[in-house]
């Protein structure tokens, strides 16, 4: 199983972006969905998680600015980000809890990053 991340790319300070992240195959569950940022000479960072009952949790440099949600009849992960800083500049993992079939464990999964630049 792997995690596609998409919707990266460049924008102006003030503007929007939204990232979808899905499995690249059928899976049993996901349970708890995430996203992290990495910026340049910085560690990996959590943005945003949402829970498979939907709750959420932010990160306090991007509340009221992003929203994390998901569609889990299509096992996708959305993070909307609205309002735009040059600090938000960073590629951007999406992270799961999958259960890859019925009868296996869960696992970790990351995606492979897409970047976000956020010009001034």
Not at 106 to 113: A, F, L, S
Request: hydrophobic share 35%.
């Amino acid at each position: 199983v792997q995690l596609q991340a998409s919707g990266g790319g460049l924008v102006q300070a003030g503007g929007s972006l939204r990232l979808s992240c899905a499995p690249s195959e059928i899976i049993f569950s996901i349970n708890v969905m995430s996203w992290y940022r990495q910026a340049p000479g910085k560690q990996r960072a959590l943005v945003a998680l949402i829970t498979s009952n939907g709750n959420t949790n932010y990160a306090d440099s991007v509340k009221g600015r992003f929203t994390i949600s998901r569609d889990n009849a299509k096992n996708t992960m959305f993070l909307q980000m609205n309002s735009l800083k040059p600090e938000d500049t960073a590629v951007y993992y999406c992270y799961a809890v999958i259960k890859a079939t019925r009868y296996s464990y869960e696992n970790n999964y990351w995606g492979q990053g897409t970047q976000v630049t956020v010009s001034s």
